[in-house]
């Protein structure tokens, strides 16, 4: 008995309580053994049907490009050969065509139709989840009464299984998955206990027990198998138990026949015992799953109803058999073959119009017209509906909604490792950018990088909590998606959920973030600074999240949304207000600062920051030599800087209001996306129809015709002449061929450990400790795991295939079958394999193999944009000698494999619903292997997720090929037909634990295979029964072993070893020649591959024209916010400013390098594996197919942004920036491949880029210049290549020209705090009643000249040196003027007084008996004068009548205390153009020279006149660290642009395409 718990609302699951059938196989497990539980459950009877179904898909308008309509269009060539896509005009289509139908409750209908018939758009018009934008016309009826078209309690009803996989949640276990379905589809008051019973329940049901604990996976997290994954998509949705009516597509898709027989026997029994119904498509069903269906449904390829009816044979042959056709020989096969058997639309059209004229139509007519008669009244209809459908939304109420949906979200967050990652790279950066701004001083310098902090913290967390949102959101997308469609739950509770758990992160970040940088730069202090502060970063938090919700709810795809995210992000960076400033943006786009949450939190912070503070200003000196020191009022800097809101209130309400802004935005962000997430599942689901693209010419010329290919004589001789001095070999033999891999200890399961504080701080604490710490869990595990050391995948397996003849290679589930096909065709390059792989008897030689054998993998790995054409001949240009006939070749392999009208055709995106049909895809994968003219072909599944019309082609083509090139040919085949199966000449079959059960030939129709597996069961299959089906049916059950013990003691078996052994006699006797590899000319091979690469990337949109258009927009942009600078220094700021965010804009398109190389990686290791071409010569084909395209872009950017932000003319820096511009364009876009090929997938290469993009943008050196960085980070300044096209750019435009400061504009928020020599305060505008004054700016940035630091004491000394006017003194050498600085420095001479302290330490003392501490110095300079003592003595004459000399020129009378400082400067001022050098300006020089080379202070003077200050863009240039300071020529200068900014740039792109041919040659990305 059943030990599930009765519960009544548990009564309607599908499996719940009903007797099974004998359960599927699994690969590690057997099933759970359910019983039958006596449980009346009476449900009331109901007839679903449908009636006339049609649907219509609207056309595809041409739009823009309806210029392109004519056909002689040049627009129209150059469409097509740049998209290499068709630009017509789509024509509206029917996928269904009167369709009309029913099934009733307790039955199950199964849906047949060729590719394209429309099978699931029939099963969505059922269940109610149509594309919205196609047109549905007819009705589907519940008991006579319409349903409509959207019905959200019919959509409970009626569940839908997808066909897709994909929908998963992959960190989840498959336990998990099953336990929120039954969570969502619960009452809401069931037990937790009642819920577990109910997963475990229907995890045995699906043989999925074993692997309860097992995460599902996705193609970066190696999970469960494909088939156990799709046995997890049927589960998650049958356990509904509200569900009546089940839409399932394609449900056996990847399970082997006897698990599909089985899971079809329950659904079909679950219906019959409580009176539901089912609507399954298959695609290649046997005969005896068939026959379980209640009723059969036929598509015709126009969606029409070709048959409805009960599953009989006979009518069936009446139908789809051609008048006078005998059946025994119209009807070989299954009926899934009998119903496909119409090749042609005129055959169909015969099926269809005796369909309609049958008896069968007219019951159908019938039934239909009675549901109708028996329903009720239309004001009766919708009380009726309510009997059946349910009556709540949803299942649960929203609180229990909120409950288990924030457990889940929980369980997705604390699994990401993003999670982990976001606190770490909030610290790491915390780090980074306080430590980068925290020599930062209160002085105008520090006023500018405290300005780029708080721009940078905002640019950083804007940034960083959007890139990490997006990738989160897109892969849980999909999944809420497949929930809504099913209404799990509310699609609002859901993203409320997501909204309020992402919360603490957020905060987590902002905290980190803002704690480790705000006080490390010193920024103002205060708790409600700092607090104000964190509350504005998380208010961008909240932005940057739900903007990157909101740009995945709109987007289709991930890399859209990133380049919409970067994008958007960079135009909130320009018109934020840090520059340009707000008064100064264009008109035009000056109205984004009022949409732009990055100017509500700069305005916010800024004020925040400079309100009420002060900070050091400039060093003025006068006419008199009077230097006063003025501070910058920080409320009058604010108003400097043009803020859009200052003026709407207090600074404080305004930073209020700023903060709150921010919170506003998320929220109607968060409201736009909650409102378009709903929407937008509508169409995602829906493949994206476009016309099938094809290429405007072949690119091949005339070469090649494929329209007019044949299989003569010639292509005969053609070949034949590609394999001379080659072996046509016999057979391929493997002899106790075992293969075995080292696993080590696994656990039996993976089991997601909670994380604890034991779990984390435990290992640390034992290794300080020095104890080996265990806790209890971690004991329970090591109890748990096994110590496997080898899992042997195949043992002792012989077998030998023969030329001309097809081998079906198959098995139970997990026998190995693919293991083997990769042994034999060299594919495994781990694990041990024993054994012999011989051809003709002799041993298999690694060296000429690969000039043997095709392997066509699974999976259809091809280039999405290459013609069929191309592809077939890229790959016989690279592997076939060049004295061969190619063409022929090519003409033959077409013809072979029916692809002559798909030649001109684009391969396309399969995913996307674009290119090729499936069947199309497989033919032309192993035409790919064809063509090089292979003695072996091996084939790996080429018939899965085909209809058996499809696979009937696919499998035609294979045989025509074998017979014709005389291929010894193995396939691995998984659910063949009857037909399929007996096209195969020989079958070796695999018993688990990868033994041989049976290998030889089938015989007529089976026979020899039958007798033996006969006589092994003791049991005759029927005549009609499927071979295939009935040796696995015997295989599973029965015993393995005896199977395999069987057949060594066959006959069979003995003549397989006597046919091996005179192999190897007659190759002992006899040698035979060997196939040679053909190898390319190393140019030969390069050129091929540039000219692939070089079509792919000018076909490929997101590589070529969404690189083009975001460069060229978003240069537009930046040339309107900075244009046409004006030649000031403000110009020159935005002059930098232009070229620092231009620098960026060359970042954006960087996802679009990552994301065609990731998807062109499984094609080059599929290519290089079987021998197309080297690795490196792939790397450097790719390398300079980008150049012509970097070029291009170089011209667009600079045609844009040169002109409209007006940088200097000329030809030299014309040249330098297109030239720089393009290295930039090739080292960015080679940064990003160079991620893709280093990383395992998208995510991780995008975050990485991302990273180093934000990192340089900290360390390139604008917003925090080289000469402001701390000592500790300027090796990363140095190591950072875009600090070098910063640079250069910047220098090529500054350098040499001058820029003019209003003087009169800076004065009025300067006030003066210094007194002057009379004790009055006054303004710094006083200053200025002259045009003589002289304004000193000390270099570089940071060294404020206060109180009596060295700065300051330079600043006095130059106003003594004003004051004092021309030198006298003749000396020639400056080391005595070095000296005497020197001392007076350290000597605290030059502090105020500055006279006064100035002569007591070099020319007097008030201690008679204590010679001036700088004596000896003073009296070294002025030795250089004639009768020093007389210059001396001159200063004092004025003071001292009558004073007698001393030796030192000082009269011994003098006494300070009895003089005035006015005085004592008089005096002073004498003494010091004593000292100066003679000549003009040479003093003044000596002194900037002393204290440059003494204290590496640069003190740049000039004088000011009336039009301002013209200041060398070389002294801008030295600001930054990007120019230098000739001492001797008393000049700036940057002559680094060519010989170091360019070699620089050259050397770091060298290095990174060095790294990316290694990472080519020698980086494989699997499954983690």
Same mark, same amino acid.
């Given at each position: 008995?059943?030990?599930?718990r ?12 009903c ?6 196989s ?12 006596d ?7 109901f ?16 739009g ?5 309509s004519?056909?002689n ?8 050969e740049y998209?290499?896509?068709s630009?017509?005009?789509r ?13 009733k ?5 199964l ?22 934008t ?5 009705s ?12 959200q309690?019919w ?18 276990t ?37 692997v309860?604990?097992t995460?599902?996976?996705?193609e ?14 049927v ?7 509200n569900?009546?009516v089940?839409?399932?597509?394609n ?12 899971l ?11 009176r539901?119904a089912a609507?399954i498509?298959l ?28 599953v ?16 025994e ?5 299954g ?11 005129s055959m169909?059209d015969?099926?269809?119009s ?8 007219l ?29 709540e939304?949803?299942s649960?109420?929203?609180l ?36 980068l701004f ?6 105008t310098?520090?006023?500018?990088g ?13 940034m960083?909590s ?9 892969r ?21 959920v997501?909204?309020?758990?992402d ?37 961008l938090?909240?932005?940057g999240?739900?903007f990157?919700?909101?740009l ?18 960079l135009l ?9 400033a ?10 984004l ?15 925040n920051q400079?309100?009420?503070t002060?900070?050091f200003g400039?060093?003025?000196?006068d006419?008199?030599g ?13 108003s ?6 200052s ?30 997430q709903?929407?937008?599942r509508?169409?995602y689901?829906?493949k994206?129809?476009r ?6 010419h072949?690119? @091949?010329?005339e *070469?090649? =015709?494929?329209g ?5 004589? #010639?292509?005969?001789? $053609?070949?034949? /002449?590609? &394999? ?7 057979s ?8 075995a ?16 504080w ?11 400790a020095?104890?080996?710490l ?6 329970? @595990?090591?109890? *748990?795991? =096994? ?7 195949? #043992?002792?397996?012989? $077998?030998?295939? /023969?030329? &001309? ?8 589930s ?7 096909l990769?042994?034999?065709a060299?594919?495994k ?22 000039a043997?054998?095709?392997?066509a ?5 091809l280039?999405p ?9 890229f ?12 063409n022929?070749?090519?003409n ?15 391969v ?23 063509v ?7 084939l790996?599944?080429p ?22 090139m ?9 659910q063949p037909?009857?037909?399929m ?49 009935f040796?696995?049916?015997?295989l599973?059950?029965?015993?393995p072993d005896e ?7 066959s ?20 040698p ?25 990337q ?15 927009g978003?240069t537009?942009?930046?040339?309107l916010?900075?244009f ?13 400013a ?24 499984a094609v ?43 940088f ?16 930039a ?9 160079l ?8 995510e ?20 925090i ?5 701390p ?8 190591a ?14 500054l350098s ?17 705090t ?6 009055s ?9 002259d ?10 940035g ?15 000394l130059l ?6 006017g ?22 605290k ?16 003392s008030?201690?008679?008996h ?10 070294a ?16 004459i ?39 050098i ?29 039009k ?17 300071f ?14 170091y900014?360019?070699?620089a ?8 395409e ?9 980086i ?5």
């Amino acid at each position: 008995e059943n030990p599930v718990r009765e519960s009544s609302h548990r009564s309607k699951g599908l499996f719940t309580h009903c007797t099974l059938a004998p359960t599927m196989s699994t690969e590690e497990e057997g099933p759970t053994e359910v019983g039958t539980a006596d449980v009346d459950v009476k449900e009331k009877e109901f007839v679903l049907s449908f009636e006339d179904i049609t649907v219509h898909v609207p056309s595809k308008s041409k739009g823009c490009l309806s210029c392109c309509s004519n056909k002689n269009s040049p627009l129209r060539h150059y469409g097509q050969e740049y998209f290499g896509m068709s630009v017509e005009q789509r024509d509206a289509f029917y996928t269904l065509d009167r369709v009309s139908g029913y099934v009733k409750s307790g039955e199950t209908l199964l849906v047949l139709g060729k590719s394209g018939s429309g099978k699931s758009t029939l099963l969505k018009s059922i269940c109610s989840r149509l594309n919205q934008t196609d047109e549905l016309y007819g009705s589907v009826s519940l008991n006579g009464s319409p349903i409509g078209k959207s019905n959200q309690s019919w959509r409970r009803m009626c569940s839908y299984v997808s066909a897709d996989d994909g929908t998963h949640s992959p960190v989840l276990t498959v336990g998990e998955t099953f336990t929120f379905a039954a969570q969502c589809t619960s009452d809401g008051h069931s037990t937790d206990k009642e819920i577990a019973d109910t997963v475990d329940f229907f995890l045995g049901a699906l043989g999925l027990s074993h692997v309860k604990d097992t995460v599902v996976g996705d193609e970066n997290l190696r999970g469960v198998s494909g088939g156990q994954k799709r046995r997890v998509t049927v589960g998650e949705m049958l356990i509904d138990p509200n569900s009546r009516v089940y839409c399932l597509d394609n449900i056996t898709d990847g399970l082997a026949s006897t698990d599909s027989f089985s899971l079809i026997q329950q659904i079909s029994a679950a219906c019959k015992k409580y009176r539901m119904a089912a609507v399954i498509t298959l695609l290649q069903p046997s005969d005896e799953i068939v026959q379980l269906f209640d009723k059969l449904l036929v598509l015709s390829s126009q969606g029409q109803t070709a048959y409805f009816g009960p599953v009989d044979r006979d009518i069936l042959q009446s139908v789809f058999l051609e008048e006078g056709v005998d059946a025994e020989k119209g009807d070989s096969g299954g009926i899934a073959d009998l119903v496909m058997s119409q090749t042609t639309s005129s055959m169909e059209d015969s099926a269809i119009s005796r369909f309609k004229t049958s008896p069968t139509n007219l019951n159908l007519t019938k039934e239909l017209n009675t549901i109708k008669a028996n329903a009720v009244s239309l004001n009766d209809r919708e009380s009726v509906l309510k009997q059946f459908l349910p009556a709540e939304k949803y299942s649960t109420s929203r609180l229990y909604q909120l409950r288990f949906i924030a457990s889940r979200r929980r369980k997705l967050i604390f699994r990401n490792s993003m999670t982990y990652a976001r606190s770490v790279i909030a610290i790491v950066f915390g780090v980074i950018v306080g430590s980068l701004f925290a020599a930062l001083q209160q002085d105008t310098i520090g006023a500018l990088g405290r300005s780029g902090y708080i721009f940078l913290s905002s640019f950083l967390v804007l940034m960083l909590s959007s890139a990490v949102t997006i990738p989160d959101g897109f892969r849980q997308r999909i999944t809420l998606f497949k929930h809504r469609d099913s209404e799990f739950y509310s699609g609002r509770m859901a993203y409320v959920v997501q909204v309020v758990m992402d919360l603490p992160l957020s905060i987590l970040e902002a905290t980190l973030i803002a704690t480790i940088s705000y006080w490390w730069v010193g920024m103002t202090p205060g708790a409600d600074h700092f607090f104000f502060f964190l509350g504005t970063l998380i208010g961008l938090e909240c932005v940057g999240q739900a903007f990157a919700r909101f740009l995945c709810a709109v987007s289709r795809t991930q890399v859209s949304a990133n380049v919409a995210s970067s994008l958007c992000i960079l135009l909130f960076a320009t018109v934020g207000g840090f520059m340009p400033a707000y008064s100064t943006i264009t008109w035009v786009l000056r109205w984004l600062s009022w949409v732009t949450p990055v100017a509500y939190a700069f305005e916010g912070m800024m004020i925040n920051q400079f309100d009420g503070t002060t900070f050091f200003g400039l060093v003025i000196v006068d006419k008199n030599g009077t230097s006063t020191v003025g501070n910058v009022d920080g409320t009058k800097y604010l108003s400097s800087q043009s803020l859009p809101r200052s003026q709407w209130g207090t600074n404080t309400q305004v930073k209020i209001f700023d903060c709150l802004m921010l919170f506003v935005f998320a929220m109607v962000l968060d409201v736009i996306a909650m409102k378009y997430q709903e929407s937008s599942r509508d169409w995602y689901f829906n493949k994206i129809r476009r016309s099938r693209a094809t290429v405007a010419h072949s690119t @091949e010329g005339e *070469e090649v =015709k494929s329209g007019d290919a044949k299989l003569d004589e #010639n292509d005969t001789e $053609a070949q034949a /002449k590609s &394999g001379e001095g080659s072996m046509e070999p016999e057979s391929l033999a493997v002899s106790n061929l075992s293969y075995a891999v080292n696993i080590g200890k696994t656990k039996s399961c993976w089991k997601p450990r909670r994380a604890t504080w034991g779990s984390l701080l435990g290992p640390a604490l034992a290794k300080i400790a020095g104890k080996k710490l265990q806790s209890s869990l971690a004991r329970a @595990e090591e109890e *748990e795991e =096994k110590p496997v050391t080898e899992l042997t995948l195949l #043992n002792e397996v012989t $077998a030998r295939f /023969k030329c &001309g003849r097809m081998t079906a290679l198959m098995g139970q589930s997990g026998a190995g079958k693919t293991t083997l096909l990769d042994v034999i065709a060299g594919y495994k390059t781990g694990g041990v394999i024993t054994g012999d792989i011989m051809i003709d008897g002799y041993a298999k030689e690694d060296a000429t193999w690969k000039a043997m054998n095709g392997y066509a993998e699974q999976q259809d790995i091809l280039n999405p944009y290459m013609s069929v054409l191309e592809t077939i001949k890229f790959t016989a240009d690279c592997r076939l000698p060049s004295h061969v006939d190619k063409n022929a070749i090519i003409n033959s392999v077409i013809e072979l494999m029916d692809l002559s009208e798909y030649t001109d055709m684009i391969v396309g995106h399969e995913k996307e619903g674009e290119g090729l049909p499936k069947h199309a895809r497989k033919r032309l994968t192993i035409a790919n292997q064809l063509v090089v003219q292979p003695k072996v072909l091996f084939l790996d599944e080429p018939s899965s997720n085909l209809g058996v019309n499809d696979a009937a082609l696919v499998m035609g083509a294979v045989r025509r090929s074998t017979d014709a090139m005389k291929l010894i040919t193995l396939v691995t085949i998984h659910q063949p037909s009857k037909k399929m199966f007996e096209s195969f000449d020989d079958l070796l079959l695999l018993a688990k634990g990868g033994r041989v059960a049976y290998c030889g030939e089938l015989g007529p129709k089976s026979q020899t295979l039958i007798s033996h597996f006969t006589s092994l069961s003791g049991k005759m299959p029927s005549a009609s029964a499927n071979p295939a089906d009935f040796v696995l049916s015997v295989l599973d059950g029965g015993s393995p072993d005896e199977a395999v013990a069987k057949f060594k003691e066959s006959d069979i078996c003995k003549q397989l070893n006597s046919a091996i052994d005179a192999d190897v006699k007659e190759a002992n006797s006899q040698p035979r020649g060997i196939a040679t590899k053909h190898s390319l000319h190393f140019f030969t091979e390069f050129g091929l591959l540039f000219r692939r690469q070089f079509l792919v990337q000018w076909r490929n949109p997101s590589y070529s024209f969404l690189r083009f258009f975001v460069s060229a927009g978003a240069t537009f942009i930046l040339g309107l916010l900075f244009f046409d600078i004006k030649n000031n220094v403000q110009g020159a700021v935005f002059a930098i400013a232009a070229i620092f965010f231009m620098t960026f804009v060359l970042v954006i398109p960087m996802q679009a390098a990552v994301i065609p190389l990731i998807e062109d990686r499984a094609v080059l290791y599929r290519e290089a594996v079987s021998g197309t071409y080297s690795r490196f010569t792939y790397g450097l084909g790719q390398l300079f197919a980008d150049i012509p395209f970097h070029a291009l872009n170089t011209i667009i950017m600079y045609a844009i942004i040169y002109y409209l932000v007006g940088f200097r003319s000329g030809a030299e820096f014309v040249g330098y920036f297109i030239f720089m511009l393009f290295l930039a364009n090739w080292s960015v876009m080679s940064m990003g491949q160079l991620y893709a090929l280093v990383t395992p997938n998208e995510e991780t290469a995008n975050g990485l880029a991302g990273l180093s993009v934000i990192l340089s943008v900290c360390l390139m050196g604008f917003l925090i210049t080289s000469s402001a960085m701390p000592q500790g980070w300027l090796w990363a300044n140095s190591a950072n290549m875009f600090r070098y096209i910063l640079q250069g750019l910047v220098t090529n435009e500054l350098s040499g020209q001058n820029y003019n400061i209003d003087i009169g504009a800076l004065i009025p928020p300067i006030e003066n705090t210094t007194t002057t020599a009379d004790g009055s305060g006054r303004f710094l505008a006083h200053l200025f009643d002259d045009s003589d004054g002289k304004v000193i700016t000390f270099m570089p940035g940071g060294t404020v000249p206060e109180g009596d630091n060295t700065a300051a004491q330079g600043a006095a000394l130059l106003g003594l040196v004003l004051h004092a006017g021309e030198g006298e003194n003749k000396a020639e050498s400056e080391q005595d003027m070095k000296d005497l600085l020197q001392c007076m420095v350290e000597n605290k001479c030059l502090v105020e007084p500055v006279p006064t302290n100035f002569l007591e330490c070099n020319v007097v003392s008030n201690d008679p008996h204590v010679s001036p501490v700088c004596f000896d110095q003073f009296s070294a300079v002025i030795a250089n004068l004639e009768d020093s003592e007389r210059h001396v003595g001159e200063c004092f004459i004025d003071m001292i009548d009558h004073a007698e000399p001393s030796s030192t020129g000082v009269p011994a009378s003098f006494k300070l205390d009895a003089y005035t400082e006015a005085e004592h400067r008089d005096i002073a001022s004498c003494l010091t153009r004593k000292l100066l050098i003679e000549g003009p300006d040479l003093g003044l020089n000596s002194i900037i020279k002393g204290f440059s080379e003494l204290w590496d202070i640069v003190m740049f003077i000039q004088e000011i006149i009336e039009k301002g200050i013209d200041i060398p863009g070389d002294a801008i240039l030295y600001y930054f660290g990007w120019s230098q300071f000739d001492a001797d020529k008393f000049e700036f200068s940057a002559p680094w642009k060519w010989n170091y900014c360019v070699i620089a740039v050259v050397v770091f792109l060298l290095a990174m395409e060095i790294i990316k041919l290694c990472a080519v040659n020698f980086i494989i990305w699997t499954k983690r």
